[in-house]
């Protein structure tokens, strides 16, 4: 290399360097900067976390894949692909309302939904239409709005129940100062379809003692399975529950009805066999404010057994035009007089 050759460092020296600055004056040394040794473990474990947690990522991403591969897969070759689109469209109509349709890949979900939950031969499960889900909910509230406490004699008060909803629970709440002044209640559960299980759970509280079980969910799950049990004092000491039901009694009503038949020993029940829905539903909310409910739990008495089906037998069987409500206050009546309750 011939002297007047340069360096290849030197001129990129010189032309960072000021016009002013020779580049003898710029120390080319590389600056050794020393990490503390506690530091550098700290470090080390962020970056091994990180690469665990980006695996771990990858790894669930391929998963996802791998077990949707098939719907995926049928999806985009019907949605997007199937050249009979009249044939999608009969199909669609039949499944999606005319003012929700959007497109094959977009309702594609939902039209599945809706197939595969008619053929379960399962009243109680299948798709909400946006409007269906905001009307079920209007119509909740309206019927729990129609909830009452009756003063049926000095010492006798009559609480109907429509549903057990939020708002028929406050409303319970609301006036049980009320009723608790009454020495005998009569509970109207006829025509309650039931509700929410928390609600039922809320009000059977009220009257049986802290810790009593209430119901007992089951699901395939065992992990989700559990036991419901009162966390509260009983508010209420009646001398005499008198329960009227019906064929129309369902559901949640069903299990108010079995936990105080089981916890109190002054409850008699009036009326019909009741309409036996011994299982509960869940609601999932999905896009488009459409929502999926499906049947997943028995619902179970406090001694485990279940009245799907079969219903619960009144004490004292009475149609509609036996005057359920006279039949209640002859009874209490007779009680008063020291008669012995029906077994």
Do not use: C
Not at 69 to 89: H, P, Q, R, S, V
Not at 115 to 144: C, K, M, N, W
């Amino acid at each position: 290399m011939s002297n007047d050759a340069k360096d290849p460092l030197t001129e990129v020296l010189t032309e960072i360097a000021p016009d002013n600055t020779s580049t003898e004056e710029i120390n080319t040394t590389e600056e050794v900067v020393y990490i503390p040794a506690k530091k550098m473990r700290k470090l080390k474990r962020r970056y091994r976390f990180f690469q665990i947690g980006f695996l771990f990522l990858v790894a669930l991403f391929g998963f996802t894949i791998y077990a949707n591969y098939d719907y995926w897969l049928f999806k985009t070759l019907i949605a997007n692909n199937y050249i009979l689109t009249d044939n999608l469209e009969e199909l669609f109509a039949t499944h999606i309302r005319e003012e929700n349709r959007q497109s094959f890949r977009r309702d594609f979900d939902r039209v599945v939904i809706s197939v595969f939950t008619g053929h379960l031969h399962d009243r109680y499960t299948y798709l909400y239409s946006p409007q269906e889900h905001v009307a079920v909910r209007e119509r909740e509230a309206a019927i729990a709005r129609t909830a009452s406490v009756t003063s049926l004699s000095d010492d006798t008060v009559m609480l109907f129940v429509p549903n057990l909803s939020r708002i028929a629970r406050d409303f319970v709440l609301d006036n049980r100062e009320t009723m608790a002044g009454y020495s005998n209640l009569v509970l109207d559960l006829r025509g309650n379809s039931g509700g929410w299980l928390v609600d039922f759970h809320r009000i059977a509280e009220l009257f049986v003692p802290r810790g009593s079980v209430l119901s007992i969910e089951e699901t395939r799950l065992p992990l989700f399975t559990r036991t419901i049990t009162s966390s509260n004092d009983p508010y209420f000491d009646f001398e005499n529950i008198i329960i009227l039901q019906n064929r129309r009694t369902a559901s949640a009503a069903e299990g108010l009805i079995l936990a105080l038949q089981y916890h109190l020993p002054n409850v008699i029940t009036i009326g019909e066999n009741t309409f036996g829905k011994g299982i509960g539903q869940v609601t999932m909310p999905l896009t488009g404010r459409y929502a999926v409910r499906a049947t997943v739990l028995l619902v179970n008495g406090p001694d485990g057994s279940n009245i799907h089906i079969t219903g619960i037998e009144p004490d004292i069987p009475a149609g509609p035009d036996d005057y359920p409500v006279d039949l209640a206050l002859a009874l209490i009546e007779e009680m008063g007089q020291g008669t012995t309750m029906p077994s």
